[in-house]
């Protein structure tokens, strides 16, 4: 059996040209099993020039199994003002390797890369696709890139998502004489080979990861190696990023003197919280003035993509990248006589997390710190919509880089326990003869439970909103005939929404009995395959608690014969409970499930089904009612 193994090799033998043999029976069985695609071959060839001159030389090869494997075989890169890309080439292979087309450059687009929210950027993409559809074939590509700066440097992941295996990829980086490189490895203990002036590594053999529910995010498991320069060039700017201290004097470089306000403003902000007591109070007051006054536009030109638009363009122009729009926030509250501070931050999910050991621009959104103490004030300046002093799942519960007068500093932004993810929800319904259910639906969310609602009232139209409601309840007919919000801000903001919702034969009705399910919505899908062999530790990545408290009438003239049992958990994976009570013609239910954020290793994965399955057959247990003889 192959084993996947990650092998060094010598610069001398780095870019040998040799003729690719992409017969798909040339790929051992062991890579082919649970795969997608296959990476065949790669070449990453990174060669420092200078501290401005960066050239980027890429090859690859990736062969395309099945129909899910078709993401892979797109061509696409980036270019800008500062990145340039040329010398696009490409060839398509059948499955016995023979070349059946070759890329025209007619056939490359090449688009700005639009947002729909970006009213200046010079950076575009070109795309390249044969839409071949005869499994398996293999698309081989090649490109340069010419990089005006080291501030990036170009780090190597030579898995690329799950289900893909990974035949032959090589990675070289060529350093001028006495250049310091730095370099992290991640998921692999080996060392490179490290020659004169070059670093190389190599991964062989590695089979396919199978994606695992509830497993670490997939950049903590494949092996990948990021790469770091201590002094580098910019833009037209230099600096130095060996630690993260010096890594933040250049973002106070690139901010200096972007703080002045305009007379005018200045005299709004004194109007504003001029006799206001407290920090917290003043904060808020002008954090809800720049949403009210600014909107967010991207605006990536150049080094502008990094450096923001100064606070005048700002006060003037009404708008501003989430660069622009933090350091607009740190003048108002500067000249309100508060410290705040510009923090960069990895946002979003699958974000790559910053290492603490290892200084590099992890970055992608900026945010606002309005040091407090252990009581910080937290704010996102690009949502004109969002509480003061909550991040929520964008930006929340992660490390981040303040940058204060000195450099950089590395922070936490908050975490938000079980309790401040709250949903409470208190459902009064009723079902009539005929099986037909209405229900008034009553839901207090908190924290990051309310980000949906929130989303629902401030971002869509009544339409979407409406088709959005129509789909997400647990019930195979409905219809959602009334939906109403309310909000109330604050660091744990909260959303109450109001919905009625008709549910036509939710009952089963047979003969003289009838068959009901009384957790009406939320219920547990998830049954975990007690069959599964384990490979990846279990880690729940966020913490939240649902109450739901349920009260049902049924039609008269039925008694109870069959109840199902009261159930309660509590381990390591959570705590549930769901209790259950008839009096007369009245169902009621209450159901608590609360979740914390923690990881397991994989050998536990057998408890972890019996858990998910305990709480299945709870949520979806049945009561039965017969019809009383007249």
């Known amino acids: 059996m192959m084993k996947p193994f990650l092998i060094f090799i010598f610069l001398s033998a780095a870019f040998a040209v040799t003729a690719q043999n992409y017969n798909v029976s040339a790929i051992p069985d062991s890579l082919k099993e649970n795969a997608n695609a296959v990476k065949r071959m790669e070449e990453f060839h990174v060669i420092i020039k200078s501290l401005d001159k960066v050239i980027v030389k890429h090859r690859y090869a990736i062969t395309i199994l099945n129909e899910k494997g078709d993401e892979y075989a797109e061509y696409s890169n980036n270019y800008s003002s500062l990145e340039g890309l040329s010398d696009i080439s490409g060839n398509l292979y059948d499955a016995s390797g023979k070349k059946i087309q070759s890329v025209k450059k007619k056939d490359i687009s090449d688009v700005s890369i639009a947002d729909g929210e970006s009213l200046m950027l010079d950076d575009r993409i070109k795309r390249h696709n044969f839409y071949n559809r005869q499994y398996p074939y293999t698309v081989e590509y090649e490109d340069e890139q010419q990089a005006k700066g080291t501030y990036f440097l170009q780090s190597w992941h030579p898995v690329e998502g799950d289900e893909f295996s990974v035949e032959q990829s090589r990675y070289i980086i060529e350093v001028p004489a006495g250049y310091k490189l730095r370099y992290k490895q991640l998921n692999t203990s080996q060392q490179p080979v490290i020659s004169q002036n070059s670093y190389a590594w190599e991964l062989k053999n590695f089979k396919a990861i199978q994606y695992e529910r509830y497993r670490p995010s997939f950049n903590s ?19 130095n990023m060996s630690t993260w201290l010096d890594f933040g004097k250049f973002n106070v470089t690139l901010n200096k003197g972007r703080d002045v306000l305009p007379d005018n403003i200045k005299q709004e902000v004194h109007k504003l919280v001029d006799g206001i007591p407290g920090k917290e109070e003043k904060v808020k007051i002008l954090y809800e003035y720049l949403q009210k006054n600014t909107r967010y536009i991207g605006i990536q030109l150049g080094i502008g993509g990094w450096q923001p638009f100064d606070a005048k363009y700002v006060a003037t122009n009404k708008y501003g990248d ?232 049924l039609p008269t003239g039925y008694n109870i014969e069959a109840l199902p049992k009261d159930v309660s958990v509590n381990n390591d994976f959570g705590q549930y409970s769901i209790r259950f009570k008839i009096t007369d013609n009245n169902i009621d239910v209450i159901r608590t499930m609360i979740s914390n954020r923690s990881f397991f290793q994989a050998d536990r994965y057998s408890e972890l089904v019996k858990y998910f399955d305990t709480l299945y057959k709870a949520d979806h247990s049945r009561i039965v009612f017969v019809k009383k003889e007249s």
């Open 322 to 553: 989430c660069k622009a729009l933090s350091n607009y926030m740190v003048s108002l509250l500067k000249e309100a006589g508060i410290k705040a501070n510009y923090v960069l931050i990895s946002a979003g999910t699958g974000y790559r997390k910053l290492q603490e050991d290892f200084p590099a621009s992890y970055f992608n959104h900026i945010i606002t710190c309005v040091p407090n103490g252990k009581d910080s004030i937290w704010l996102e300046c690009t949502s004109q919509t969002k509480s003061a002093g909550f991040m929520g799942s964008f930006t929340g519960d992660r490390k981040a880089l303040l940058i204060d007068d000195d450099g950089g500093h590395v922070v936490s932004t908050p975490f938000y326990t079980a309790e401040d993810n709250l949903q409470s929800r208190i459902i009064n319904a009723v079902i009539d003869a005929d099986g037909n259910l209405a229900a008034d639906v009553n839901t207090h969310c908190t924290g990051s439970q309310q980000e949906l609602q929130h989303s629902l009232m401030h971002e869509a139209t009544k339409e979407e909103r409406d088709k959005y409601l129509n789909n997400a309840l647990n019930l195979p007919t409905y219809q959602v005939t009334r939906s109403d919000y309310k909000e109330t801000k604050g660091r744990i903001p909260v959303v109450d929404e109001y919905l009625h919702v008709v549910a036509p034969n939710y009952v089963t009705v047979s003969g003289k009995r009838m068959f009901i399910e009384p957790n009406l919505f939320n219920k547990t899908r998830l049954k975990l395959s007690p069959d599964e062999q384990r490979k990846f530790p279990i880690e729940f990545s966020s913490s939240y608690k649902d109450v739901d408290t349920i009260h049902i009438v």
């Open 221 to 239: 498991i494949a092996p990948s190696v990021y790469v770091g320069a201590d002094d580098f060039s910019f833009g037209g700017y230099t600096g």
